[in-house]
């Protein structure tokens, strides 16, 4: 008997248990705090996907709206009722359902914003790498440029146009791609630049230098070889991305430049409800915003935890 | 010296030197002329099938410039490597470049960067036969991976598991199977068995004599390490500072070596029978 | 009979793991005499650098001295607590690490660096200590150590810097030196060089020296004695001559018998199969059992302790048997 025995041989989801036995896993079960923000992200997560389904009303459907309803406080009050949670706003909208469908919208948006920008830094960030030299330079000059253009900026820019190639689209459509395209377009720098480092330290290992022995096409090893070994970083970055990416939409949603009032984001929800807070129906305001702060918090935690964590020189 | 065979693989005054002169805007402003770095000056030798070359030097002689070039992976400013009168350094079209590739392989230093450290072993081995089509299909490619891990001394279970898994020597077994799934005919060896073990060592260098006897390999070796060199090389060059300086035999080479710098290395080494000698005297 | 400047007996050190005991140093024991260079020589993960570290109370956490005791000059330093160690360190124990480049500070020049760590260790004032500063560097030899003084890490070769390393470990005239692996990233003229200096600063001071190194070739050339370790455990111990040219435990015999050599045209390398255990799988009885060709019963059963005579010893039970025939 051995007291070095293998979990990813003996358990039913090997990969799972490796990964909870693992020092990674053993550092996580260490951390109470970072335990119970995993548990309350992705229970926020799964609460804004299903949000269609496990909402009590849907908010956005004007049929199910009834303006009696409108103005109620939360259900602890003396005049509420248990069936509006947290209360309506002036249109007769739960909030408690108003909320889970912001949270849907504004996490839908994010997690493409931050896709489309880890893949433009990604691909971007191994060619400059890479290649090196004029190429590289390039790249990164641009980065440079696109760094001092704020977010918001961008996406009034990218807004701008597209009103003006198609003026007569309906802001519904087109808002929430010009969202996710400012923030990808923001976003990507981050990625290109560590991504650029990590390559240019892979490229210079022995094991790319044996893949060009074997007369492979530049593509093949930098999607091969170098991409597999350079992805590391990445997840910290995605996860503390994530967050800034929400935090963007709900800003722009807030300022007015997101998305329409139909298709409401935290953000917008937050916009919306701050007209009401001095007439003392604080509840149209406060639901989202401590959803939204909740949720950033989370997963702010999660990804601090996670870069001191996969940094092997804090050890 | 009569040569009575063709040599396997020539080296006709190989050269390389580096730019390493200041940037651009430095150089303009201190008005300095460009530095270059001479690594490698007209180097030339040859080798027969079957026989093992050996490159000597310090750190800084150019010895793993010149493995480079040998190899492909850095190109020659001047001169050229032929291989069974094949050139390495101009190949014609794509399906040459293939051909010759197949033929030439370098095992490296490095045994814990030599290998991707996110593949299976058996992808690392299969790889080469299937990028330089050397298989007809995936299946074929398994079951030539698992031949060669046998050869080298693993096993074909060994497929399935990632590079951390294995010891440095086992590693550099791996990196030779590797080399030999490209079905190379030479293999520059770049300090093979300097980050091993001196029982590992021994192991991996009697492994590369018993490959070359069985399969005809050609190697040149790349090495600081004299006694390595005595053990495994039919033919010694020692370079210095980029330029070769002697060319011999080892039993000519050691017995009496004709250049400075060699006789300076080779008192330099420390012997086993130093032991002996200093206990003898009582001071040392 | 010369003094015993350092005294191992029994060191043990243990790493407690989530999954287990690590033992990465089980009952090692040797001494090293005033002028002497002792060579602690092994392959990697057999704990060579490990003892340098347990005697310097710099093992890495969770790592931990669980046994034994270490004596500097007839007194105990196992037990200190880490201020009163930092005070031995330096002033009675010198260290030479392997890559001079990381051991010397860039910003700062090397007379810099000589001159505080000698005012740290001793009393002289900052002129005195300039003075020692550049008799210390002429004494390992560097040319022109006046100059050469206000030059930083960068500006030296590897051979030199090594040699500045050598010279701030002799600072405050230590009784021991440790050097681990102090040529491996010097080329073979240097590394001659670097052994002739040792040599001397051992005869002419009479520093106890602990030269810790995987190449045998090396120990031969400067060691006066050699302890040979695997997997944590003393395989044997002996003056050089002897382990070289006759080796007790049958791993040293493997490991003469593998290492190549310049003089005389060897056949074919003699192989020991297999591989040393990691620390997880330590055999037992004997550790080097599965490697070796001489194993027998009792091997597997009892670990062998160190017998042979006074001055050359080694942990196999065919040299009890030997001797009780």
């Not at chain 3, 009675?92 to 010397?104: A, C, E, K, N, Y």
Request: net charge neutral.
């Amino acid at each position: 008997m051995t007291p070095f025995s293998d979990p990813s041989k003996t358990s039913k989801f090997p990969r799972l248990a490796a990964l909870w036995e693992s020092d990674l896993g053993y550092d996580f079960r260490q951390s109470r705090l970072v335990m119970i923000a995993t548990v309350i992200f992705f229970l926020l997560i799964l609460a804004a996907l299903l949000a269609p389904w496990i909402a009590p009303m849907n908010p956005y459907d004007p049929a199910s709206l009834d303006i009696m309803n409108s103005s109620l406080p939360p259900a602890w009050y003396q005049d509420g009722f248990a069936a509006f949670p947290f209360g309506t706003d002036d249109q007769g909208r739960d909030m408690l359902s108003a909320t889970l469908y912001g949270l849907r919208t504004s996490i839908i948006i994010s997690i493409l914003g931050v896709a489309l920008a880890s893949v433009i830094g990604i691909t971007l960030g191994v060619i400059a790498g890479y290649f090196g030299g004029i190429i590289d330079t390039i790249i990164m000059r641009v980065a440079d440029v696109q760094l001092s253009f704020p977010a918001i900026l961008v996406a009034l820019l990218i807004d701008g146009i597209v009103h003006t190639i198609i003026p007569s689209a309906t802001r519904e459509d087109s808002a929430a791609a010009i969202i996710v395209l400012a923030i990808g377009a923001s976003f990507w720098v981050q990625y290109a630049r560590t991504i650029r480092s990590s390559t240019m330290v892979e490229k210079n290992k022995d094991y790319v230098s044996a893949a060009r022995l074997f007369a492979l096409p530049s593509t093949t090893i930098m999607v091969r070889h170098i991409i597999p070994n350079v992805m590391g970083p990445v997840l910290v970055i995605l996860t503390i991305n994530f967050g800034l990416a929400i935090i963007t939409e709900a800003t722009l949603s807030y300022l007015g430049v997101g998305l329409p009032p139909m298709q409401p984001s935290l953000g917008t929800l937050i916009r919306i409800g701050q007209e009401y807070l001095f007439s003392g129906q604080w509840w149209i305001v406060a639901v989202p915003s401590v959803a939204l702060g909740v949720l950033v918090l989370t997963i702010n935690l999660l990804g601090d935890w996670l870069r001191d964590v996969l940094n092997p020189k804090l050890r | 010296m009569t040569k009575q065979t063709k040599a396997f693989v020539e080296v006709r005054s190989l050269s390389r030197r580096f730019d390493v002169s200041k940037p651009w805007l430095n150089r303009i402003i201190e008005r300095e002329p460009r530095k270059f770095l001479n690594a490698a000056s007209d180097i030339s030798f040859s080798v027969e099938k079957g026989k093992t070359f050996a490159l000597v030097g310090e750190s800084g002689s150019g010895k793993s410039t010149v493995a480079r070039m040998l190899v492909g992976l850095l190109t020659p400013d001047s001169g050229s490597v032929t291989i069974d009168g094949r050139s390495i350094t101009q190949p014609k079209g794509r399906a040459e470049l293939r051909a010759i590739r197949s033929r030439i392989q370098m095992i490296f230093q490095d045994p814990y960067a030599s290998l991707n450290p996110r593949w299976r072993v058996g992808r690392i081995v299969a790889e080469p036969m299937l990028a330089l089509k050397l298989v007809e299909d995936v299946s074929q490619a398994e079951a030539e991976t698992a031949k060669l891990l046998e050869l080298v001394g693993l096993s074909r279970e060994d497929m399935g598991r990632f590079p951390h898994e294995f010891s440095g020597g086992q590693r550099q077994r791996i990196a030779i199977a590797r080399a030999l799934a490209a079905k190379a005919e030479f293999i520059v060896c770049d300090e093979p068995t300097s980050a091993l073990d001196v029982s590992v060592q021994a192991q991996i260098l009697n492994l590369m004599r018993d490959l070359q006897k069985e399969l005809s390999l050609t190697y040149v070796l790349i090495s600081h390490n004299l006694a390595v060199v005595r053990y495994m090389a039919d033919m010694i060059g020692v370079m210095h500072y980029g330029k070769m300086v002697e060319m011999q035999p080892p039993s000519l080479l050691f017995a009496a070596p004709k250049d400075d710098y060699t006789r300076m290395l080779i008192d330099a080494v420390p012997q086993m029978s130093a032991a002996v000698r200093r206990s003898a005297s009582g001071t040392n | 009979m010369t003094e015993t400047i350092l005294s191992v007996r029994n060191l043990r050190v243990e790493f407690p793991t989530r999954r287990g005991l690590l033992v990465g140093l089980d009952d090692v024991s040797f001494d090293i005499r005033a002028g002497e260079v002792l060579g602690v020589v092994g392959e990697s993960g057999a704990g060579k650098s490990m003892t340098g570290a347990a005697i310097m109370q710099q093992i890495a956490k969770p790592g931990r001295i669980a046994g034994g005791e270490i004596r500097l000059k007839g007194d105990r330093i196992d037990n200190l607590s880490p201020k009163a160690m930092e005070r031995v360190r330096g002033r009675h124990i010198g260290m030479v690490f392997q890559d001079p480049l990381t051991s010397l500070n860039p910003l700062m020049t090397v007379g810099e660096h000589l001159v505080e760590t000698i005012r740290i260790h001793t009393d002289l004032s900052r002129e005195a200590a300039r003075k020692r500063a550049i008799e210390l560097l002429d004494e390992v030899g560097i040319p022109d150590p006046q100059s050469r003084m206000l030059r930083y890490p960068h500006e030296f070769s590897g051979g030199q810097r090594q040699r500045v390393v050598i010279a701030l470990a002799l600072c405050a005239e230590p009784a021991l030196v440790i050097a681990d692996e102090p040529t491996t990233a010097l080329d073979v003229s240097i590394q001659a060089q670097i052994i002739a200096l040792i040599r001397r600063l051992c005869d002419d001071r009479g520093t106890a020296f602990m030269l810790i190194t995987h190449d045998m070739g090396m120990i031969a050339e400067t060691a006066d004695r050699v302890a040979v370790l695997y997997a944590g455990r003393v395989a044997e111990v002996g003056t050089v001559k002897d382990v070289v040219t006759q080796p007790k435990h049958p791993y040293t015999q493997g490991l003469m018998a593998a290492i190549p050599t310049l003089e005389a045209d060897v056949d074919r390398l003699r192989q020991i199969p297999g591989s040393m255990p990691g620390l997880s799988a330590i055999p037992s009885g004997c550790a080097f059992r599965p490697r070796c060709d001489f194993r027998t019963d009792i091997c597997s059963t009892s670990r062998p302790p160190l017998s042979g005579d006074a001055a050359h010893v080694a942990a196999c039970h065919l040299i009890q048997k030997e001797m009780a025939i």
